[in-house]
């Protein structure tokens, strides 16, 4: 046992540092000057760490439905905002404002999601959301 004890300790003090490694600053996966803003039905919400995803259907002018996916904020931090699972819904109609992944794909971040009635979700300023 006293052989296994410093590998089994050692063990323990590198794993609160593997997330940190897995997870990427907003500037290296999303471009700041590239805003987007999308209308379209939510049709999967991914509730799991480190961010949520939600994805909306968008139906582009040429009638061609482009599958757009966002990354919201961490389940606990909006747990803690009061935001539940429940929040967000496949079949939910939304406008949603954020900024493009560098890639160029249909991902980006979800800073602000707005419902046809008005009301707000995961709303954020660019101020909360773009680095200084």
Same mark, same amino acid.
């Given at each position: 046992?006293?052989? &296994?004890?410093?590998?089994?300790?050692?063990?323990?003090?590198?794993?609160?540092?593997?997330?940190?490694?897995?997870?990427?600053?907003?500037?290296?996966?999303?471009?700041?000057?590239?805003?987007?803003? @999308?209308?379209?039905?939510?049709?999967?919400?991914?509730?799991?760490?480190?961010? &949520?995803?939600?994805?909306?259907?968008?139906?582009?002018?040429?009638?061609?439905?482009?599958?757009?996916?966002?990354?919201?904020?961490?389940?606990?931090?909006?747990?803690?905002?009061? &935001?539940?699972?429940?929040?967000?819904?496949?079949?939910?109609? &939304?406008?949603?404002?954020?900024?493009?992944?560098?890639?160029?794909?249909?991902?980006?971040?979800?800073?602000?999601?707005?419902?046809?009635?008005?009301?707000? @979700?995961?709303?954020?300023?660019?101020?909360?959301?773009?680095?200084?």
């Amino acid at each position: 046992m006293n052989r &296994i004890r410093p590998l089994l300790l050692t063990a323990l003090a590198l794993l609160p540092g593997y997330g940190a490694h897995a997870h990427h600053s907003f500037a290296a996966e999303y471009d700041a000057n590239q805003p987007v803003s @999308v209308t379209g039905t939510v049709s999967k919400v991914e509730w799991r760490n480190p961010h &949520i995803w939600f994805y909306v259907d968008v139906k582009e002018t040429s009638g061609k439905t482009v599958t757009w996916g966002f990354s919201g904020g961490a389940p606990g931090m909006l747990l803690r905002r009061g &935001i539940s699972p429940e929040a967000l819904k496949p079949g939910d109609t &939304i406008v949603v404002e954020g900024f493009r992944a560098r890639d160029g794909s249909a991902n980006a971040s979800g800073g602000k999601v707005t419902f046809a009635d008005g009301r707000s @979700v995961f709303t954020a300023s660019a101020e909360d959301v773009v680095p200084k």
